[in-house]
């Protein structure tokens, strides 16, 4: 086996054997990194020209009544300052963020009993009312198949949830026994039977990860064929079980987007926020791996600190006020643009 001609029968075949994703992997080195991400540049350049998507991101609640070992706003952590915003303050998030020329809300929280059905219900009605125009996406974890079609009834168009991880095992070196990688599959196949745009992910350099459950994820992903894919390196969280695990790098991060985009040309892949948070250019230099999409920081500047997933997280200061700016610049200097489009997928028929 070779990196090289790997990569050119991923590119023909869009997929892999577990044994070829794992050499291509564990044999990674500089010139196949820049083969590679010249590729997925291309393909992206190819189907989206310039363009990159914005989605504005207003995280709405960090109550949680998961326990993830890796999320600094676990249920256990007594440290983390517990935010709820009111309807009216996720309102004024959207009606900002309009002005800023947002065309998608992606309403984030923590698993919240609060925000029941009927509660999230009334949220997402009130927003699809005013913004007729915009998509709407929820991520707000796991919820039932009922939940979820109501939601997607009162005018919800897409839905993010990580799988975190496609191996079993692994899942459960990051959960309580409580969550489960088979119920969060489930989750995403309903949400996709439901009629979401619906997007998937998982964290590069968790604790635990092997070559093998990375090649898992990347057949996951595959064979769901989700509009949509998160990854972002693990940062440590300070309050955490994983406070002292190493954390995931900018290198394999990069490597993995453009392996995506290369499976998946016309999948919607963001540049995360935990990518610039281990790289001043991160961002920058995800987007130049394959990625098409950015999403500003729509949040009261007062709540920013507190949604805190890990620790150093970016664009929680008062300077960061104007993520849409700042971000606008930063796709300027590598010869892009934000575009106010919604961006809905423009690949075919994805049906599981
Ligand atoms: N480092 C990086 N990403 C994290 N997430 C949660 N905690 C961390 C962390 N410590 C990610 C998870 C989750 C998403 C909202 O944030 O993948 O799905
Ligand atoms: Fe938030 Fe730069 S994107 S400060």
Redo the contacts with the bound molecule.
Sequence with gaps: MNTITLIEKLNQEKQLEAEEWVFLIENRDQPTAEYLCSLAQRIRQQRFGNRIYTRGLIEFTNYCKNN?Y???IRRDNQKAERYRLTQEQILECCRLGYELGFRTFVL?GGEDGFFDDARMEEIVRTIRRAYADCAITL?LGERSYESYQRLFAAGADRYLL?H?TADEVHYGKLHPPELSAANRKQCLYNLKKIGYQTGT???VGAPGQTAECLAADLDFIRQLNPQMV?I??????HD?P?ANQAGGTLELTLYLLALLRVMLPDVLLPATT?LGTIDPKGRELGILAGANVVMPNLSPVSVRKKYE??DNKICTGDEAAECRQCLARRMESIGCQLTVERGDYQGGNCDV
């Design positions: 993830c890796y999320c600094g984030q991520s990580r975190e992910g998982f964290m998160g972002g390196p693990f940062v440590p969280h955490t994983f935990a997933l890990y």
